[in-house]
């Protein structure tokens, strides 16, 4: 089946992880900002991690480059549109885009300016291309719990202008989610949806605590469900999305091999999951080659990425008519 041409619908995917290596070029031309190469094939080695990556760890490492040059509104606002560009070329119809506000503050740039910035440049790539997009707002578990309601406070005003979410991403350690409930809950308060990154690195016990405690309606990753009934069981019932990255989960090591990976083995079993890109660059990835690799390993048919894309829309945190178009894009 050629997934290039078919519809696609992509829920989780970093906007620092996903930067073409000539736009970080040529901003550090720009600014002066001094790189390892300035030579595009050399500095692509730099931003992608390899398949062998000893963790997931060793894989946050290569967003230190993107980082240097998004510390300005007009550079975010390039970042996200040329994101939404690549991703429209492929067919991609529905995209929700995540990022961390706060790391984007080095150079003096307020939460509002860098919020502002990113949805500018969805809004342009939304009236370029046929795609549709809303933005989601991480919190760093690195960070403190007071710093997540710094986001939470600050991105309110733009919910149903842009942002949907509420996420907490980076290392993940056991236990993480007691020390954000507090923020989260007030997230909810404000009308923000919560997708929380969970049972990526070896903890079943964070994806249970992320819905218990945290409210979670998806689910980053989710990998390790597989190894707890309690948690498989709590996602199934609950009709818990899983947003799902295969590429991204060989290279942290949630599995060790693609035909190691769940997803098939969850789809099958009634599991709600949806297919997505995690991080373009650090990944080396589209959502047409994580497709086929999934169809590489597991020979899904076209119903069943029917019922994938369908999943996705339903799992999306859109408006009732966005989720009614992209579903016509499939008849």
């Avoid at 029917?306 to 996705?312: D, E, F, H, P």
Wanted: glycine fraction near 6%.
């Amino acid at each position: 089946m050629n997934f290039l041409t078919l519809p696609k619908i992509e829920l989780h995917c970093h906007l620092d992880g996903s930067l073409r290596a000539e736009t970080i070029i040529d901003i550090a031309n720009k600014e002066g900002i001094e790189l390892p190469s300035y030579d595009k094939d050399e500095l692509q080695q730099e931003l992608v991690a390899p398949l062998e990556c000893e963790s997931l760890d060793e894989y946050l490492k290569r967003f230190f480059l993107p980082n240097m040059v998004m510390q300005s509104k007009e550079n975010l606002r390039r970042i996200t549109f040329e994101l939404f560009e690549d991703a429209a070329r492929e067919n991609v119809k529905y995209m929700e885009v995540r990022f961390a506000p706060l790391l984007h503050t080095v150079k003096g740039l307020d939460v509002k300016e860098i919020i502002q910035g990113v949805i500018e440049g969805m809004r342009e790539a939304e009236s370029c291309y046929e795609i549709k997009g809303n933005i989601i707002l991480s919190c760093m578990r690195t960070m403190s719990p007071e710093s997540a309601f710094e986001v939470v406070e600050k991105g309110k005003q733009f919910l149903g202008k842009g942002v949907v979410a509420i996420d907490l991403c980076a290392s993940e350690e056991e236990g993480f989610c007691e020390r954000f409930v507090e923020p989260i809950a007030l997230a909810r308060e404000c009308g923000y949806r919560v997708t929380i990154h969970a049972g990526e690195t070896g903890s079943a016990q964070n994806v249970i605590d992320a819905v218990k405690l945290l409210g979670a309606e998806r689910v980053g990753h989710g990998v390790f469900i597989k190894d707890s009934a309690e948690a498989y069981k709590l996602v199934k019932d609950h009709n818990i999305f899983l947003e799902m990255c295969p590429t991204s989960n060989v290279q942290t090591k949630a599995v060790h091999h693609y035909s190691d990976h769940p997803i098939y083995k969850f789809h099958e079993d009634g599991i709600k999951v949806t297919i997505n890109t995690d991080n373009r660059t650090v990944s080396n990835t589209t959502m047409a080659k994580e497709i086929d690799v999934v169809d590489e390993e597991f020979s899904i048919s076209k119903q069943d990425y029917q019922k994938i894309y369908v999943n996705s829309v339903e799992a999306s945190f859109a408006d009732q008519e966005t989720k009614e178009w992209c579903l016509a894009q499939y008849e």
